[in-house]
Each structure stands twice: as structure tokens, then as C-alpha cells.
């Protein structure tokens, strides 16, 4: 069966950091990757999504950067983090080919920029 | 891209059955409606994909009519455990990057 893992779970960071949140799934190959935040108390918003190594699509202009280095493995990043980052952090697959009809999620990752 | 439109909350008593409408106007040919479901500090889970009429699988039904402008999900004999949001979806082959999650139904189901 297939298995999404992201970390970590929590992160609390400073103004201004850096930023590296890494997500992999097992049990499946080429999936489409995608990378979500989530505010407090609103819905998702889609920030990057892959269709295979070294290709990524942004959704939205922000201070966030996306790579996929390995088939099953997806990281966000930042040079330098903004109070606005601050959210829940959510990364999803779904099968090769399929599109994006069905997405399976991650637990996420809970990000508190200070 | 198919915008859609759902109550923000909904409360309901443990055994009632809770049907969710949600509003797809311009929903494209290629749409299929999908629905999730999401408990605080945790990932949205997939719960039933449709294109037309009638899908039922162990957790849920949902009900597309013939013009496929709206869908309703149903779920039987709620619990305390299926408080949650719960999000409408329309998704196509045609969409690809542009997925949207709309703020959700909040369901509290109560003893």
C-alpha cells in the first residue's frame, strides 16, 4: 500500500530563516506531487504541484520554492521566511495518469513563523 | 475552473442522516465532483468521486442530477466522529494546477 510521510511535524522559526520541509511517498512510482497551505480556519490553496523529477508548476508568486530531486520525494523551501508563511503545510500525491481527481494527503506540517 | 458553493456549517444528531449540497454552475464536461473530508491538525481525506447520478461506497453516497449543476452528499446515521469539514470539489483532466478548496461545510454532529 502507499504511504505519504512529510516532517516535521511542528516548526516554529524566526523572521527571516530559511525553510526546508520535505515530503515522500512509498509504495507507488511517478506520482503527481503537490504541495497545499492551509490559514487558520480557511481552506486550502494550492502552491506548486509535479508531474516528475525536476518539474515543477507554481500556482501562486510568493516566497516559497518547490523541488522534486527523486521520483518520490518533494521539498519546500525558503531563503528567508515571512510572518505570512505561517500556516499548515500540506503535501498530497495521486497515481501517475490519473490527473488530479483523487489526491491523498499527508499529515502535514504545522509552521508558526515569529 | 468550476467555482463551488456550499453551506459553512451544518449541525446534526448522532443516527441522523446529513445531506451536503454543494453548487457547481459551470461545471465543464470533464469535471468528475469530488468530496473531502478533514479533522483538525490533519490532512484532507478523499471520500467519493462522481461524474453522474448515483456513487455509494462504504462511508458515503453522493447524488449528481442529470444537469450536473449541483451534487448532494449523504452521509448515514452520523457519529460524534464525523465531525469535521468537509469540502465540494470539481476537478477535470483539463484543470490541471488549478485545484481549489473553498472553505468547506463544518458538520458538528452532537449526542
Known amino acids: 500500500s502507499q504511504t505519504i510521510h512529510q516532517w516535521p511535524a511542528t516548526l516554529v522559526q524566526p523572521v527571516g530563516s530559511p525553510l526546508s520541509l520535505e515530503c515522500t511517498v512509498e509504495?507507488?512510482?511517478?506520482?503527481?506531487l503537490y504541495w497545499y497551505r492551509q490559514a487558520a480556519g480557511r481552506g486550502l490553496q494550492l502552491l506548486f504541484y509535479s508531474v516528475g523529477i525536476g518539474q515543477i508548476s507554481s500556482e501562486v508568486p510568493q516566497n516559497l520554492s518547490a523541488s522534486r530531486p527523486q521520483d518520490r520525494q518533494f521539498i519546500l523551501s525558503s531563503k528567508k521566511l515571512l510572518l505570512s508563511d505561517s500556516g499548515f503545510y500540506l503535501c498530497?500525491?495521486?497515481?501517475?495518469?490519473?490527473?488530479?481527481?483523487?489526491?491523498?494527503f499527508g499529515p502535514g506540517t504545522r509552521l508558526l513563523v515569529l | 475552473l468550476a467555482k463551488t458553493t456550499q453551506p459553512i456549517s451544518m449541525d446534526s444528531y448522532e443516527g441522523q442522516e446529513v445531506n451536503i449540497t454543494c453548487s457547481h454552475n459551470?461545471?465543464?464536461?470533464?469535471?468528475?465532483i469530488t468530496w473531502y473530508q478533514q479533522f483538525p491538525s490533519q490532512g484532507p481525506r478523499f471520500i467519493i468521486q462522481?461524474?453522474?447520478t448515483k456513487v455509494t461506497n462504504e462511508v458515503a453516497s453522493l447524488f449528481i442530477p442529470a444537469d450536473r449543476k449541483s451534487s448532494t452528499l449523504s452521509l448515514p446515521r452520523v457519529s460524534l466522529s464525523d465531525t469535521a469539514v468537509y469540502y465540494c470539489l470539481v476537478v477535470g483532466t483539463d484543470s490541471w494546477g488549478k485545484l481549489q478548496f473553498g472553505a468547506g461545510t463544518q458538520v458538528v454532529v452532537t449526542p
Open positions: 498530497a500525491w495521486s497515481p501517475a495518469g490519473q490527473g488530479q481527481e483523487t489526491q491523498y
Open positions: 462522481g461524474y453522474k
Open positions: 459551470n461545471i465543464a464536461t470533464n469535471d468528475y
Open positions: 509504495g507507488t512510482s511517478n506520482p503527481n
